[in-house]
């Protein structure tokens, strides 16, 4: 079964920072993976995501994340946080079996946390 | 383009009553998904549709919850009776792929 670890829950740096979000899958293919970000109070947004060919992502707000299929692994990076990037953010991998269906199966989420 | 469109943004009712959250895809999305979310259990599916079909609600905590999706452009969730542990935010999302949108939430407190 597909599954979805963000081993930090809670992760805290200076403003000005990198920043690197550890997220690691379990998936028997080529998986559908996705980082979304939740401010507080807000919903969902989708910052990236990958299907498939480059491995190294762009998205929105100066993020990136890499594909390492040797490492079953979907790290976001953001070279220089700002403050405003303080939010909890959620890696999710595409269930295989509802491709179809757009079901995503969620990790626990990081919340960042930005010291000025 | 409008996005997930929830309501109501803020629900306060007391236990016991009857309580109907509604959400509208974003237009052409043919999937649609509620997830509730809480400090302690985090953000949890609860049902999901496939052309106004449900596919799995596995999710549902128990039976005073249920959902319906009448047609491509509206959802209820409801909860009949509420309790307090219900209170948490209701998220609905759409897509028309692999890519979900999310709305904004509606946040329920049960009294």
Request: aromatic residues 12%; proline residues 6%.
């Amino acid at each position: 079964a597909q599954s979805v670890t963000q081993p930090d829950i809670h992760i805290t740096v200076s403003e000005g920072a990198s920043l690197e979000l550890r997220c690691n899958y379990s998936y028997g293919a080529t998986p559908y993976l996705f980082w979304y970000v939740q401010s507080p109070g807000q919903g969902l947004q989708l910052l990236l995501k990958y299907f498939s060919g480059d491995t190294l992502v762009q998205g929105i707000k100066g993020f990136e994340a890499e594909f390492k299929r040797s490492q079953s692994s979907f790290n976001l990076r953001k070279p220089s946080v700002h403050w405003s990037d303080a939010a909890e953010y959620f890696c999710a991998v595409g269930a295989s079996y509802s491709s179809n269906t757009g079901k995503l199966i969620f990790g626990q989420g990081t919340t960042l946390q930005v010291k000025p | 383009d409008a996005g997930v469109i929830q309501s109501p943004r803020h629900e306060v009712t007391e236990m016991g009553q009857e309580v109907t959250l509604r959400c509208k895809p974003i237009s052409g999305h043919n999937s649609l998904f509620w997830y509730r979310q809480t400090m302690m259990r985090g953000l949890e599916l609860l049902i999901y549709f496939n052309n106004n079909v449900p596919i799995d609600d596995s999710g549902m905590p128990e039976d005073r919850f249920s959902a319906k999706m009448p047609n491509a452009s509206f959802s209820t969730l409801k909860i009949q009776p509420s309790e307090p542990r219900d209170s948490a935010v209701y998220f609905c999302a759409s897509s028309s792929g692999q890519t979900q949108y999310f709305g904004p939430g509606t946040r329920l407190t049960v009294l």
